[in-house]
């Protein structure tokens, strides 16, 4: 193999506005932390780091379950966590399904050999509880799984109910919280949620790479009374909380300067404080929506259903939807991200996602956005955005 | 809950000579590189990234195997992603066992439901070929497996006649290479290996977090045959493999800050060049053990059959383990490992992996211990080490 090393150049990565669907943008002081140098897995000094991690943790999760620590792999790994050590096969399990992660759900219980209810609403509408209601009847699920944040649609999907639907089944309640986490109120304790998953480079605006996930005391029980082993070694809860509890028993070497760097990003968090993050988390989406309307498109979403930090907005007719996203990229550094699926092409997902989101990145895309689709003849208006967002901040 | 961020402190790990079982010492074009602003997995220059990091691997392992990626988990990741891609219920799996991490292949093999075959060796002594001729006889396996470079117990295991029983067995051969790539020669479609993983935390010297693998011709068509779905959707190399390979198709989001480092420690390897890093290692390897034997310890592998990045020291008799340990921690930042298992309390392990592998490192180490034991008064033969050390140098 011919093979020239000086074709291998610096990294060099360039500076992006992160407002895709994750990753978000990295605060400098998480960047810092993640080059700390690397010591031992079992070294006192990492004990503490994840002791105080899962402190962090617990924190942002408002519970107080013990198992609350951050997988070594990014959410898809926290997603089959929750999943491989909850489900045996032959267990019934209702999955509700309005986007992709959804989607992905029943793929995984497809693979445990569960026996999968699967409960549908259109991509961008909210799961309708009537309707996992019926679909519990005369069954006896296991696990009822949903999605708090669709990623793939910019739905934030209502808990309360089906939280009681999935108790009276005498089922675990299985969430996933990868965008939710970090950028909107998740106290999983009062919400009556027994698993969770979520990711680092979202809301909480760290690089990708751990899982945040937490289990109730009712979900370690069904941990610990399977009758077959966990599929999965590297994800078996039963092995790896024994490695963040206080046996410290060996189970696999973590990514030492990723807990450094996710410890910092949650630290950050309890700085800023849980309700001014929220807050500033749906000012920036209202201003962002006001100024997207004021252009005279319209969001995917309808108004109270919308998430804070993903804002899908409909492509207008007659745009081409990889160029204005090229244009983004060459000319303003910024990302955003495309439809996946049925949605490809008909809207644009727009992360404001943690450290994102800032006025700055609002005014910004609403410019750059304003000044493509003119330059591409798309049919909006002109000369309003700015102000309709600016409204929003006063 | 009672909660005072003022009580988390700025990351501040130290700076350690980590010269346990690894983590080993990362560079600081590493460290440099891993904090480089963090870009979206879709975003065409990290593509970029992905392309020349498989190209790296590809110039590590010596191979041409299309799919050679890095997981986006640790080396136990790998592992399971080896086993779990390849492996269905009722298949026979050879399984070598003389440490760990053989047992914990067979502990992954009883998960996927194969039929495990296993051959022992006692801890501290390679595995016997005849003992695996005689196990496969009669069998029909679908996988051999065995550890090229326990770390638990520093072995290095010659793998040339076992390849050869594997292949008139028509069985694939997957060797577990966390330990040995990037410190000793690995050239993986030479030597006839079918699936390989490692870590990136051993002789890469990069922070821990992703695991090296590569697949051959043929474990790609055993995969493609499998008649049920790989039970990890996570490690799906099916649908991995087209993330990395030219669809680009999102499967999941991967640890893009952590394969900036991955690259930047391959880039480092091929710059140092392979011959040249393995010599580094083995003369490194001579020193420390003629230093210890000088001293009137003596290593629990056999000569000719010792790693050259792991070193197991038997700790002398009447010596506290946990006591030099801790005060080579406290006293001179310096990490080395204990045994596992059996060997708990009767061995060292010294790492000299990567970056850790220089002679500064060996001549510490050497000193320090030397100084420990005497106050321990430790039967030892003082003020022998380093000049037994200096003449492996010459």
Chains 1, 2 share one sequence.
């Not at 407002?19 to 002081?29: F, I, K």
């Not at 996992?132 to 696990?143: C, I, Q, S, Y």
């Not at 000012?283 to 309808?302: F, P, Q, T």
Request: proline share 5%; net charge negative; hydrophobic share 45%.
């Amino acid at each position: 193999m011919s093979f020239d090393i000086k074709q291998f150049r610096d990294i060099d990565p360039g500076q992006r506005v992160l407002m895709g669907p994750g990753p978000s943008d990295v605060p400098p002081r998480v960047l810092q932390a993640l080059s700390a140098p690397c010591i031992g897995h079992l070294d006192p000094t990492f004990l503490t780091i994840m002791n105080e991690t899962q402190d962090l943790l617990r924190h942002l999760f408002q519970t107080e379950n013990e198992l609350t620590i951050a997988v070594s792999g990014t959410g898809s790994a926290g997603m089959e966590a929750c999943f491989v050590n909850l489900v045996e096969p032959g267990d019934e399990v209702v999955v509700c399904v309005n986007g992709v992660f959804g989607t992905r759900m029943c793929d995984i219980v497809g693979r445990l050999g569960g026996k999968l209810i699967r409960v549908d609403a259109p991509w961008g509408k909210t799961i309708d509880p009537n309707a996992v209601r019926e679909a519990v009847k005369g069954k006896d699920p296991k696990v009822l799984a949903i999605v708090h944040a669709e990623t793939s649609t910019g739905v934030c999907q209502p808990l309360d109910e089906i939280k009681t639907i999935a108790g009276d089944a005498g089922a675990l309640f299985l969430v996933d919280m990868v965008t939710s986490l970090g950028g909107m109120e998740v106290a999983i304790d009062k919400m009556g949620i027994d698993a969770v998953y979520s990711g680092t480079q979202k809301c909480i605006s760290c690089p990708p790479g751990l899982s945040p996930i937490s289990f109730s005391p009712a979900a370690m029980d069904v941990l610990r009374n399977r009758k077959a082993p966990v599929v999965s070694w590297y994800l078996d809860m039963s092995m790896v909380s024994s490695y963040w509890g206080n046996e410290r028993k060996y189970h696999h070497t973590a990514p030492i300067n990723m807990n450094y760097a996710l410890r910092e990003a949650l630290r950050l968090i309890a700085e800023e404080g849980l309700e001014a993050r929220f807050a500033r988390h749906l000012v920036n989406h209202k201003a962002l929506v006001a100024g997207v309307e004021a252009m005279g498109l319209s969001m995917l979403v309808a108004e109270g259903e919308r998430l804070p930090m993903l804002n899908t907005v409909r492509i207008p007719e007659g745009t081409d939807d990889l160029k204005v996203r090229k244009v983004l990229l060459s000319d303003y550094g910024m990302e955003i991200g495309g439809g996946l699926g049925d949605l490809a092409g008909k809207v644009w997902r727009v992360g404001l996602m943690g450290h994102t989101s800032r006025r700055r990145n609002v005014v910004l895309f609403l410019s750059a956005l304003e000044t493509i689709l003119k330059a591409q003849g798309a049919k909006i208006i002109p000369g309003k955005a700015l102000d309709a967002a600016a409204a929003v901040y006063t």
